[in-house]
């Protein structure tokens, strides 16, 4: 007896599950609807049968949603180039998913909150966006070096995207975190001018607003941070990972504008006669050229932490850097200079 009411059991849990993804097809459909409010609580109180059908149920409309969302992805960024399907127009999937986020908030609003489908459909577009991303850039990578700037354009968007993502599914708590790490990572570079005072005065304030952010931060309890730390480790990086067998063509075009750049400050350097300016007669005689060297070079490593990489391509800027470094050493000019 006990087998045959769990065969009936079964039986019946089958044919509600089948009824309920029946009527998930037959209101949403393969493409973009928009329902009635009456066809919104009929799925709602669908999705009630499904969390107690349990998990099994739950898995397969999930897995026909997400199939569901990456056709009509994919439908919109198909085959044609005006879609999204060069590097420099990559940025535009992010407005899309972002626009569309907030067109079907209410559609998406008839699911369990526990079952975290908003976040779930934007893991779905990540990994399929990571996807197409590696496949962009092996179309394109003869092209890549001749246009370092739409790779830069488009890793920024990328990063920028995966934060707010981690932001809008981690909390308000993954901002303050972040904002306490950019202030330290700002002390750590020093990032500032060549005017001393001015250069302490901005280390004054980066300290004073560390400290207090810190003490914001301390309220933060346990479990908003496991929260933060959940988002940030599903999102950032889950798609600009891509970019990193890339990035070669920006670390070479950072040594290129710095070569440059040391070109420049020591042609001035030439035309002065490596003569200290005025302001400088008197304090300590440090080279205009060795400063305005050292904020470019500063200037370089806190972009790319902040914005394109802290992967393989900041592991190679220090190399870049010494070499313009040793560069700027060995110079005959300055090997023998001499102030009068």
Same mark, same amino acid.
């Given at each position: 007896?006990?087998?045959?009411?769990?065969?009936? *059991?079964? /039986?019946?849990?089958?044919? $509600?599950?089948?009824?309920?993804?029946?009527?998930?097809?037959?209101?949403?459909g393969?493409?973009?609807?928009? $329902?009635?409010?009456?066809?919104?609580?009929?799925?709602?109180?669908?999705?009630?049968?499904?969390?107690?059908?349990?998990?099994?149920?739950?898995?397969? /409309?999930?897995?026909?949603?997400?199939?569901?969302?990456?056709? *009509?992805? @994919?439908?919109?960024?198909?085959?044609?180039?005006?879609?999204?399907?060069?590097?420099?127009?990559?940025?535009?999937?992010?407005?899309?998913?972002?626009?569309?986020?907030?067109?079907?908030?209410?559609?998406w609003? *008839?699911?369990?909150?526990?079952?975290?489908?908003?976040?779930? $459909?934007?893991?779905?577009?990540?990994?399929?966006?990571?996807?197409?991303?590696?496949?962009? $850039?092996?179309?394109? !990578?003869?092209?890549?070096?001749?246009?370092?700037?739409?790779?830069?354009?488009? =890793?920024?968007?990328?990063?920028?995207?995966?934060?707010?993502?981690?932001?809008?599914?981690?909390?308000?708590?993954?901002?303050? =975190?972040?904002?306490? !790490?950019?202030?330290?990572?700002? !002390?750590? /570079? @020093?990032?500032?001018?060549?005017?001393d005072?001015?250069?302490?005065?901005?280390?004054?304030?980066?300290?004073?607003?560390?400290?207090?952010?810190?003490?914001?931060?301390?309220? *933060?309890?346990t479990?908003?941070?496991?929260? =933060?730390?959940?988002?940030?480790?599903k999102?950032?990086?889950?798609?600009?990972?891509?970019?990193?067998?890339?990035?070669?063509?920006?670390?070479?075009?950072?040594?290129?504008?710095?070569?440059?750049?040391?070109?420049?400050?020591?042609?001035?350097?030439?035309?002065a006669?490596?003569?200290?300016?005025?302001?400088?007669?008197?304090?300590?005689?440090?080279?205009?050229?060795?400063?305005?060297?050292?904020?470019?070079?500063?200037?370089?490593?806190?972009?790319?932490?902040?914005?394109?990489?802290?992967?393989?391509?900041?592991?190679?800027?220090?190399?870049?850097?010494?070499?313009?470094?040793?560069?700027?050493?060995?110079?005959?000019?300055?090997?023998?200079?001499?102030?009068?």
């Amino acid at each position: 007896k006990v087998k045959g009411l769990r065969q009936r *059991i079964a /039986l019946v849990e089958a044919k $509600l599950s089948a009824a309920v993804m029946s009527d998930f097809k037959d209101l949403l459909g393969s493409s973009d609807v928009r $329902l009635r409010p009456d066809e919104l609580d009929r799925l709602a109180n669908a999705c009630l049968v499904v969390d107690a059908l349990g998990a099994v149920a739950r898995g397969q /409309l999930m897995d026909w949603l997400c199939q569901r969302e990456v056709r *009509i992805y @994919n439908d919109v960024f198909a085959a044609s180039c005006e879609g999204g399907q060069k590097l420099e127009r990559f940025e535009r999937r992010f407005g899309w998913f972002k626009a569309r986020m907030e067109e079907k908030r209410e559609q998406w609003a *008839i699911f369990p909150e526990p079952w975290c489908v908003p976040q779930m $459909l934007c893991l779905t577009f990540c990994k399929i966006s990571r996807s197409q991303l590696k496949r962009i $850039l092996s179309d394109d !990578e003869a092209e890549l070096a001749a246009s370092v700037s739409s790779l830069v354009t488009a =890793v920024v968007a990328t990063s920028k995207f995966e934060r707010e993502m981690a932001a809008l599914f981690g909390g308000t708590a993954v901002v303050a =975190v972040r904002r306490e !790490e950019e202030d330290e990572d700002a !002390e750590a /570079l @020093n990032v500032g001018g060549g005017n001393d005072a001015l250069h302490r005065l901005e280390g004054y304030r980066r300290r004073e607003r560390l400290a207090a952010q810190k003490a914001a931060n301390a309220k *933060i309890t346990t479990q908003e941070r496991q929260a =933060v730390a959940d988002a940030r480790s599903k999102f950032e990086g889950c798609i600009s990972d891509a970019f990193e067998s890339a990035l070669g063509v920006y670390v070479a075009e950072e040594e290129r504008e710095l070569r440059g750049h040391l070109e420049a400050v020591l042609r001035d350097e030439a035309e002065a006669k490596w003569l200290p300016s005025e302001e400088d007669v008197g304090s300590a005689r440090v080279l205009q050229s060795a400063n305005q060297l050292f904020i470019r070079i500063r200037a370089s490593l806190a972009r790319c932490t902040k914005m394109i990489s802290r992967g393989q391509a900041l592991l190679q800027l220090p190399h870049v850097l010494k070499v313009c470094g040793v560069r700027f050493d060995r110079c005959e000019d300055v090997t023998f200079l001499t102030f009068k």
